[in-house]
């Protein structure tokens, strides 16, 4: 079965710095891997997706993040923090059987930033 | 255009009644997802629904939870005899297929439910 792991629960940062959030994964074929993002009272948006090809993957909000096969992980990365992007993220994966699609999700980050 | 709504966006009940969850998919999106999302769980699947086929209730975590989806469109998550462990979010996603492959899915406010 796939699972996926955040190790951080709760990352600080000070705005305008670098972030990087951390997700690894098992799953025995190739995955299709997400990040989503819930700000507080909100639902969860889609930040970016990796299916297959390029895997430097760009998203919305100046997010990326990079599929690397031999670590098992997707981490998320921005360069440079705003206080807006205070709030829980979320990676997650496709799980592929039976023609359906659950996500499995990691159990969240919830990112502070700080003046 | 109109995304994913879920009503109520937040529910009191208490302990032993039954309550109904309500989402409204994307018009056109064929598949449907019911996920929770409460402390200590994270957020895990419930139910997934696709088109006419049976739906998928692998994650339901008790008899009393039960879902349904009228006319492949609009579905129900209905929790019977409620109890206080039932308190969470719950999140509705609808999805479709592009090109016979796997599309993200796009997911409602969610409804708070609290179960005192």
């Known amino acids: 079965a796939q699972s996926v792991t955040q190790p951080d629960i709760h990352i600080t940062v000070s705005e305008g710095a670098s972030l990087e959030l951390r997700c690894n994964y098992s799953y025995g074929a190739t995955p299709y891997l997400f990040w989503y993002v819930q700000s507080p009272g909100q639902g969860l948006q889609l930040l970016l997706k990796y299916f297959s090809g390029d895997t430097l993957v760009q998203g919305i909000k100046g997010f990326e993040a990079e599929f690397k096969r031999s670590q098992s992980s997707f981490n998320l990365r921005k360069p440079s923090v705003h206080w807006s992007d205070a709030a829980e993220y979320f990676c997650?994966?496709?799980?592929?059987?039976?023609?359906?699609?659950?996500?499995?999700f990691g159990a969240g980050t919830t990112v502070t930033v700080r003046a | 255009g109109a995304g994913v709504s879920q009503s109520p966006s937040n529910k009191v009940t208490e302990k032993g009644k039954d309550v109904e969850l309500r989402c409204d998919p994307i018009?056109?999106?064929?598949?449907l997802y019911w996920y929770r999302q409460s402390l200590g769980q994270g957020l895990e699947f419930l139910i997934y629904f696709q088109g006419n086929s049976a739906p998928d209730k692998s994650g339901l975590p008790s008899d009393r939870f039960s879902a349904e989806r009228t006319g492949g469109s609009v579905s129900t998550l209905t929790i019977q005899r409620t109890q206080q462990e039932d308190s969470a979010v719950y999140l509705c996603?609808?999805?479709?297929?592009?090109?016979?492959?796997?599309?993200?899915?796009?997911f409602g406010p969610g409804t708070r439910l609290t179960v005192l």
């Open positions: 997650a994966v496709v799980t592929i059987g039976s023609n359906d699609y659950k996500l499995s």
């Open positions: 996603a609808s999805t479709k297929k592009v090109d016979g492959s796997y599309n993200e899915q796009f």
């Open positions: 018009s056109g999106h064929t598949a």
